[in-house]
Structures are given as C-alpha cells and as structure tokens.
C-alpha cells in the first residue's frame, strides 16, 4: 500500500518568514495530494490540494508544488503569521480506485514566533 | 446543514467493555471513512464505506467493526476495549475529492 513520509516533524519560524514542509509518496500511481491543517483539540481541515496532472497551486500565501518523477510534493507558507501554528498533515491517495481513501503523513508542528 | 457529527465526545472505557461510536453526516455523501489518530502519527484509516449498507477494511482493522445501514450514519463498535485503542477517532465523509471531518472523538481505555 501507499506510505507517505513528512518531514520536519516540528518547525519553528519567526513571524513573516516562509514555511516548507515536505512529504514523499511511494504509491506512483497515487493522484491526489491535500494538505490539512489541524489547530489543538480540532479537526483537520483542508487547505490546499493539488492533482498529478499540475505542477504547482497557489492560494495567497500558501502553495504546494509536485514531482512526480521524484515522488514528493511540498508545501509552502509565506508571510507566516502566528495563526499559522498548527499541525500540518499532507496526505496521498489514488483517484482511481473504488477506496479513494487517504494516507496521512505523520504531520508537522509548526510554530510561528512573534 | 451541520454537515459531519460524532457521538459521543469523550468516553472512558474499562477494558472488555463495548461501545458504538456515531458518525452522521447530512450531506448525502456516499463516502464515509473512519480514522484513528495518535501522538506522533497522522490519521490512519480503520475502516470505509463506498455507499449504504457497503463497508471495507482499511489500514488498522482489527478489534474494529463498523455498519453503514444508513447513507448518512456510519458506525464504529469496538466490541472488547483495550488500552491501545486509547485514541481520538475521526469520522470523515467525502464529495468529489473533499473529504470533511466530523469534530473527533476522545476515546480512553483503561
């Protein structure tokens, strides 16, 4: 089955600076990459998420690019603000499938200081 | 529209106890999925269902079982607790390539 490695697992970022958190996949027939944001004691929610058919998706101050050929996809915070700090989990999953279920990274706590 | 809910909150269980966990969504979604979540792991998927009165083994099935006799209620028993199902489960329903999650549920098994 698919197995996702996330990496940093923590990352501390003053405010204002940029953010990277990167994930490997290791399904390559697996198409469909969202990242989730869950702050403490909440769910996950959605923030972005990108197809195999498209190299990069911007959404104002968070992007997330793909290399299939390598296997990873990365996503990245600008301008960090403190409501930034959360978890982040990146996720994988095949659309093709009747399962369509996602594999989670391990996630990463990200910390902006003020 | 409450969209996806779990019952109940937060439940303490002694070990070889049983309990349902409760999973509504009022979205009519067909996908319904239920994840556990522990310190230091992401989400990892116990069971599925592709539609009513389907259901499938995910990752971390065993000591799980689940019912979808309804499209909008999908139900995880544990039938004999024990302490490494200590836990927040998550219940997640999907549209298209959405999956939205329910608030979680705060399980201890002592």
């Known amino acids: 089955g698919e197995n996702v490695e996330q990496h940093p697992s923590t990352l501390s970022v003053q405010e204002g600076d940029s953010a990277v958190i990167k994930c490997t996949y290791s399904?390559?027939?697996?198409?469909?990459f969202p990242w989730y944001k869950q702050e403490l004691g909440k769910r996950p929610q959605l923030i972005i998420d990108?197809?195999?058919?498209?190299g990069e998706k911007k959404d104002q101050r968070i992007a997330v690019t793909l290399n299939k050929t390598a296997k990873h996809f990365s996503l990245h915070i600008t301008e960090t603000q403190p409501e930034d700090s959360a978890v982040y989990f990146c996720a994988a999953s095949r659309e093709d499938t009747g399962r369509r279920a996602l594999t989670f990274g391990s996630g990463t706590r990200l910390q902006v200081q003020p | 529209n409450a969209g996806v809910t779990q019952t109940p909150k937060f439940r303490v269980l002694k070990t070889g106890q049983s309990m349902t966990l409760l999973c509504a969504q009022d979205?009519?979604?067909?996908?319904m999925y239920w994840y556990r979540q522990d310190p230091g792991m992401g989400l990892r998927l116990i069971h599925y269902?592709?539609?009513?009165?389907?259901?499938a083994k995910g990752e971390v099935p065993d000591g799980y079982n689940v019912s979808r006799l309804k499209k909008q209620n999908f139900l995880l028993g544990l039938e004999s607790a024990a302490p490494s199902q200590t836990s927040v489960y998550f219940c997640?329903?999907?549209?298209?390539?959405?999956?939205?999650f329910g608030p979680g549920t705060r399980l201890l098994v002592l």
């Open positions: 399904d390559s027939a697996s198409n469909y």
């Open positions: 979205m009519n979604h067909e996908y």
């Open positions: 997640a329903s999907r549209f298209a390539t959405s999956q939205y």
């Open positions: 269902s592709v539609g009513e009165g389907t259901t």
């Open positions: 990108i197809r195999s058919n498209v």
